[in-house]
T-cell receptor, first 110, second 110 residues
Framework: AQRVTQPEKLLSVFKGAPVELKCNYSYSGSPELFWYVQYSRQRLQLLLR??SRESIKGFTADLNKGETSFHLKKPFAQEEDSAMYYCALLIKAAGNKLTFGGGTRVLVKP | DTAVSQTPKYLVTQMGNDKSIKCEQN?????MYWYKQDSKKFLKIMFSYNNKELIINETVPNRFSPKSPDKAHLNLHINSLELGDSAVYFCASSQKDTQYFGPGTRLTVL
């Protein structure tokens, strides 16, 4: 069965420092991976997906099939990056089922 | 012009009651979902519908029954509420691989 693991429940960094959120997955098929973000009192929203290979709000994530990882990185964290981040695996064959990791709360201190 | 909306935003009720949460999307998407976010912020899919047809039905007690009157609406009815049902319930919709989430309904069972 598919599984997504985010080992860090909380990451606390200072403004301007780099931040990396770890995500590992297990899935026997070809993975489609996403990062979703939930800012305080806001709804969950898509941050980025591996297919697009884009940088959003300074964040990037690279799919590493050898290590089954999809870590999220930003070189210089900003206070507005404080939020809950979820890594998610999409399985189209299962009706577009999204399996989420446990989430990582990021706190960027001034 | 909210894309995915849910009502109510908050729901406080007694054990044993029956309650419903409504979800509507105006994005023209074919697929809608219900997710449960527990007190530890863990997100898990419950159901999905595609064009009013049930696609995903995870291991959810049969006290939970989704109903899709049309493809723009997916309501969640819960019978005989239990303390463990207290959570935030999110509705989402998608056309392809990106899911758009509603603001959530915080259900508290006393």
């Amino acid at each position: 069965a598919q599984r997504v693991t985010q080992p860090e429940k909380l990451l606390s960094v200072f403004k301007g420092a780099p931040v990396e959120l770890k995500c590992n997955y297990s899935y026997s098929g070809s993975p489609e991976l996403f990062w979703y973000v939930q800012y305080s009192r806001q709804r969950l929203q898509l941050l980025l997906r591996h297919i697009s290979r884009e940088s959003i709000k300074g964040f990037t994530a690279d799919l590493n099939k050898g290590e089954t990882s999809f870590h999220l990185k930003k070189p210089f964290a900003q206070e507005e990056d404080s939020a809950m981040y979820y890594c998610a695996l999409l399985i189209k064959a299962a009706g577009n089922k999204l399996t989420f990791g446990g989430g990582t709360r990021v706190l960027v201190k001034p | 012009d909210t894309a995915v909306s849910q009502t109510p935003k908050y729901l406080v009720t007694q054990m044993g009651n029956d309650k419903s949460i409504k979800c509507e999307q105006n994005l023209g998407h074919d697929t809608m979902y219900w997710y449960k976010q527990d007190s530890k912020k863990f997100l898990k899919i419950m159901f999905s519908y595609n064009n009013k047809e049930l696609i995903i039905n995870e291991t959810v007690p049969n006290r939970f029954s989704p109903k899709s009157p049309d493809k723009a609406h997916l309501n969640l009815h819960i019978n005989s509420l239990e303390l463990g049902d207290s959570a935030v319930y999110f509705c989402a919709s998608s056309q392809k691989d990106t899911q758009y989430f509603g603001p959530g309904t915080r259900l508290t069972v006393l």
